[in-house]
């Protein structure tokens, strides 16, 4: 870069800055921009939208005698070094007569690091803000958070998912990984 004064050298972002939400639409404000859903053994097997600003999905059931998946997830493109500490918020609820499990993985996009929490959203549930903590265990090139279906959604109830946030927030130290539910002590 020239400036007044002669040259200055700029170093191009190359990790994500401190405290600073990576994910983008994590309001679901601009409906399904920035996130992507997966489903096995094909996409028919997600159904999912977004209404008032909250994303719901399900699960649908897989053919006999199989399993399947289904996930809604944004990858960041932003980069974390080694050891950096990382937390989640999320709201999620369930719309649902039966309680349903929600798998959050916090991830190195190709899978090769990551870091995951499980947790029953009972039924009727209004959205609630759950939280996860943990760190990279190796450089990150592009951060990511996933959440699983892990009930089929057989009873025309919903996984509900809203206010979605990821920090990189180096202020406190996390060699473990915790999951806090609002609906547990």
Known sequence: VITNTGFSIVRPLVEAPQRVNLVRNGSFGSGMTNWQTYATPDL???????????FQFNRLSPPPNSSNQAVVF????MALPAGAPI???FDLGNSSSVRRRISVLLLESDFSDLHVCTFWVPPNAPLAT?????HTTKAWSNAAIYFYAATDGIDGGFNLIDDVSLQYDATFASDVT???DPTRP
């Open 44 to 54: 028919s097997y997600v159904q999912s939208d977004v209404t008032s600003g909250v």
């Open 74 to 77: 944004q990858e960041t493109g």
């Open 87 to 89: 937390q989640a918020r």
């Open 130 to 134: 759950y939280r996860m903590r943990s």
């Open 178 to 180: 915790e999951c806090w």
